[in-house]
């Protein structure tokens, strides 16, 4: 029996959308070998630079954030990844550690899960019987770290990574977030249950077929090429994605995580392609005459976007593992940049994780902010996730009350 495709209800979009691209794009060919050439150069550094034994993920350290020169910041955007190194120290972060650990045993995560798998397609198709990715969200360090000083400041500096106004108006405060809350990650020696393949979060075939989406790529689809820049705001809180558990609702100038212990190449860790140019000729590839008039390259309703090597295997060669990172570290990247996780683990310790990225305040957000804020105070899951609702209830959460004066503002509350 075959499976359902999750894009019967749009195969009409589209094939309307791509007929409207092509003829809105008279040289969207000669384009899209322009734009080819122009990636496949970014490709070979990349490539080059991991040949040499070095990495081509930009680094900056936290104690400095305010004195990189331009030319760390025009390399930021290029490769649309970073790491900011000693954003909290060692003592501080083994202590969120392990009280992660004792809350995950406090709310008796393993044993209620058991009694989830009939309902849990997550879990469910595990070999092992110990999950890697948790789906707690209201711990008090999750809390602590997502309304903490360091992060406040680091996420607005990457916020200013971006060109945040658009004809005189600003797209998104870049001085104030809007906590998304997110799960951790424990992963153990030997997991090989966990691995991503390369695809890009944010939605797939919506940027064909959303006009919001349409406007973010207007310069790829008929307006000047040269004149198109990833980290231009303009009309990025105006997408909107399919509904779904796998497409974040909020818009992220990055996405990120606080690695809560050591971690590098062969831990299953992540995996990057630093290109940031590499949708856009993502979004041209799907137009040539080899890709049929109902398909995106792969690309499927409600899922991340894939990275297909039949269509993009020119990319792959860019793509590896950042470089090693220790606890206190973060590590960010792009919403419109390739990522995956390592298919195993094959170091001695735990790779753990807080995924806390960065949601500036904008209209979009505040509207999911509202529904967040709601199950916060009730304990119930992310209201972007499945309903599994360990922390419903559970008196070892994080409260209101645990609420320092930045995070009441972080998830929403006026006064």
Not at 142 to 170: C, F, I, K, P, Y
Not at 182 to 203: E, F, N, Y
Not at 238 to 256: D, H, L, N, W, Y
């Amino acid at each position: 029996m075959s499976k359902p495709n999750p894009n019967e209800p749009y195969l009409h979009k589209i094939r309307e959308a791509k007929q409207a691209l092509r003829a809105r794009i008279p040289d969207f060919q000669a384009r899209f070998q322009a734009l080819s050439a122009a990636v496949q150069a970014e490709v070979a550094q990349v490539k080059a630079i991991r040949a040499r034994g070095e990495s081509p993920v930009p680094v900056v350290h936290y104690g400095s954030l305010c004195n990189n020169d331009e030319a760390t910041r025009a390399l930021i955007r290029r490769r649309g990844c970073v790491i900011v190194r000693g954003v909290f120290d060692e003592t501080r972060i083994a202590q969120w550690n392990d009280d992660i650990a004792q809350y995950l045993d406090d709310v008796q995560y393993l044993q209620r899960m058991e009694s989830k798998r009939g309902i849990d397609q997550y879990f469910s198709a595990l070999a092992s019987s110990k999950p890697q990715i948790y789906s707690v969200y209201w711990s008090k360090p999750q809390m602590q770290a997502r309304q903490s000083e360091e992060l406040a400041r680091t996420r607005q500096w990457l916020n200013r990574l971006w060109d945040v106004s658009h004809e005189g108006v600003d797209v998104f405060n870049p001085d104030q977030e809007l906590t998304y809350v997110d799960r951790v990650r424990q992963r153990q020696p030997g997991d090989a249950t966990l691995g991503l393949s390369p695809h890009v979060d944010g939605g797939s075939i919506e940027r064909w077929i959303d006009p919001g989406y349409q406007q973010v790529y207007r310069h790829i689809f008929g307006g000047d090429l040269s004149a198109y820049n990833a980290f231009d705001a303009a009309f990025r809180t105006a997408a909107r994605e399919i509904p779904s558990p796998a497409v974040c609702r909020m818009f992220r100038t990055f996405q990120g995580w606080t690695a809560l212990t050591r971690q590098g190449p062969g831990d299953g860790t992540l995996n990057v392609l630093p290109v940031v140019n590499a949708i856009p000729w993502m979004l041209l590839r799907a137009l040539q005459d080899d890709v049929p008039a109902d398909e995106l390259c792969g690309a499927q309703a409600g899922r991340a976007m894939v990275v297909s090597p039949q269509y993009h295997g020119m990319l792959l060669d860019a793509y590896g593992p950042i470089p090693t990172v220790q606890a206190g570290d973060t590590v960010w990247w792009h919403p419109d940049v390739i990522h995956g996780v390592e298919d195993k683990h094959q170091g001695k310790g735990y790779s753990n994780v807080m995924y806390i990225g960065a949601a500036p305040d904008c209209a979009k957000n505040r509207t999911f902010s509202d529904l967040q804020r709601t199950a916060f105070e009730s304990g119930a899951s992310s209201p972007d996730f499945a309903a599994e609702d360990y922390e419903l209830g559970f008196a070892g959460r994080a409260t209101v009350a645990e609420l320092s004066a930045l995070g009441r503002k972080q998830m929403g509350y006026t006064d």
